[in-house]
């Protein structure tokens, strides 16, 4: 039987079973598992040697030199699921390792060897330099199928002396290292969270001294690892915080082995910041005693300016940076239980821009907005650090003047509000002008707590407009009365369609040169059943307001064009009929297709209907009203712009607007050989339009000296009380044929003689 030689004593042929296993003792110097059994010395019993290759944990297996299983240990049995008889015998890569991992192996050995190696044996088979232990790892395959990754030791056997000596088998020694592979996969991952986390990771030692950072620290602090380590984290300090803050942290740390909160620290360039920081204590597994502390921090300088910009933004109004409506009411809150524990006054004013709307729907939302930055300005120098200025929204801003002592305090700042947002704004390269309605409430007078201040403040703003605009007004218990009767009559008028108590009024459309009448304009009227006639300019702003002003247009459309369809069928000559559109109306999609339902309905023809529009419609969205004005000019339905040169209109534009005519604003006609300016105004108006290729209306027309002038200047037409007065649908049949026998047999009072206006006088 072959002998395997320790090469340090006397051989030893000790029996391990069925097939040979001489020798193990040379495991001392071969191995280090067989260290113990070379301490056992060659008188050690075989089988106190063979007690221990079974009593070990690691399984022992041998093959001999065809690579057949001749031993294997109760540790392998347990490791692989088979049983030392089911696998004796045995080729052992055919049972333990995966195919691929058989063919790389033998390729490998082959190539280092210089010789082919069979892969049945190819793991087992010795290298070269026989005897030295080889180590490598490898995945086994258990007896049901699962696979486990085990370190290999493999070493030659050998038997024999002198030259006799050679290699009988090898022996293989193999360790199920799961746990130590888990163990450094969770290093490795640990050491990726480490050198990846988008945390600074800092661990510092029981004295606190800093012993490693990764490289996230580095990127917020701005410290290499060499500029901290061995220091204390004392370093980072910005000296934001007293001695009690890390006081409390210590604290907390030792009686709970954890803080977490915000910290302001200094980065090496000198930047503090604020970072949000845990910190945990590392304790010793044996002795509980602290090894280290454990701190993760993050940057937050971003999230805090979020938090502030989010902050503010909800207490502000984000185009003028002023207290919006919720941080007034809170600062007004204030101000009131202040002026009760101090007795002494709170004003609140509303103040409303005067013809901002004009501007807005003219010059367009970006014009507006800048001119409401600046307005938000002016009115802020105008009070006091200790004072507030609010914007609610749109146009309307709202001050509280703490600590009013009088009236006469308030009135002053009106005053000078007033007189700030008088002078001209220059905004995108243009000179603007408006005004500020003002409306005053003082506590306790006028109210006792926000709501009241606040709503009587409102309806005194509104007096205020109605006074005549640009001023202020104090509130008084007879503007609640006017503000219920407006609510009333908003009520009526909604109703006031359906009750059929709209009708329309006809001013006749006059031409200068030949004294004839042309058309009519029709105007809307609204005959309570209780209040009897009520002016236009008290609900058609409510209309626009409320929005009925849409249905309620429709029906003038449809009503001027049935009427004036019908004094055709009475025997009149074709006149013209012109119907006022307003820039809510202008704006519905759908417009078109009502004007054309009223000419169908009616069956006017499209050439005796004229639509006015105003500047502030047009010049809303020039190239959508120009698109909207063609789709009209392609019915045959002929446009005039109402109003010119009370707007903004862009000659640019202008040329461009397929219109007929312009209509000269009554304001500029009332003028006429009074004011200077407004007579050149008139004047540039008419040659303008001749230029474009337009002809030319004046409105409100009342004396002779304006007749002459602007018919001297080649005005083409007019209307006015001069001519006559807007009259209902049953007056215009006999009052034409009036006109026109007055025209043709008696010229004199159409060229605007004494007795047209004795005519207008008695309309």
Sequence with gaps: MPQVHSGKGPEVVPRLGKNTLENIVSLGELCPWGDCFARLGADTPAALHEALLEGVNYGFISVDLEGRIAFFNRAAQAMLGYSAEEVVGQHSPLLFHEPEEIRQVAERLSQELGRPVDPDMGIFAAREALGRVTEEEYTYIRKDGTRFPVLLSVMALWGGE???????????VVADITERRKAEEKLRLSNEVFENSPEAIMITDAENRIVTVNPAFTRITGYDPEDVTGENPRILSSGHHDGSFYQQMWQSLGSEGVWQGEIWDRRKNGEVYPKWATINVLRDRRSNQVSHYLAMFSDISERKRAEETINFLAHHDPLTNLPNRFTLQARLQQALSDARRHETQVAVMFIDLDRFKVINDTLGHHVGDLLLIEVAKRISAAV????????????????????????????????????LVAKPFWVADQELHTEASIGISLFPADGDDVDALMKNADTAMYYAKAQGRGNFQFYAAEMNQSAVERLTLENRLRQALAKNEFELYYQPQVSLASGRIIGFEALIRWNHAEQGMISPGVFIPMAEDTGLILSIGEWVM?????????????????????????VRQFRQKDLPQQVAGALAISGLDPALLELEITESAVMDSPEKAIELLKNFRSMGVSLAVDDFGTGYSSLSYLKLFPINRLKIDRSFVSDIGVDPNDTAISTATIALAHTLGLEVIAEGIENSTQLNYLRAEGCNEGQGYLFNRPMPAEEVLPFVREWENIVVGNPGPAAGTSGGEQRAAGA
């Design 162 to 172: 002198g030259e006799q000596r050679q290699v009988v088998g090898y022996l293989g």
């Design 384 to 419: 006091r650090d200790t004072d507030t200025v609010a914007r609610l929204g749109g146009d309307e801003f709202v001050v509280v003047l703490s600590g009013v002592t009088r009236a006469a305090d308030a009135m002053q700042v009106a005053m000078k509000i007033n007189r």
């Design 558 to 582: 449809r009503t001027a064009c049935t009427e004036a369809q019908r004094w055709q069928e009475q025997g009149l000559p074709p006149l013209r009929v012109a119907v006022n559109l307003s």
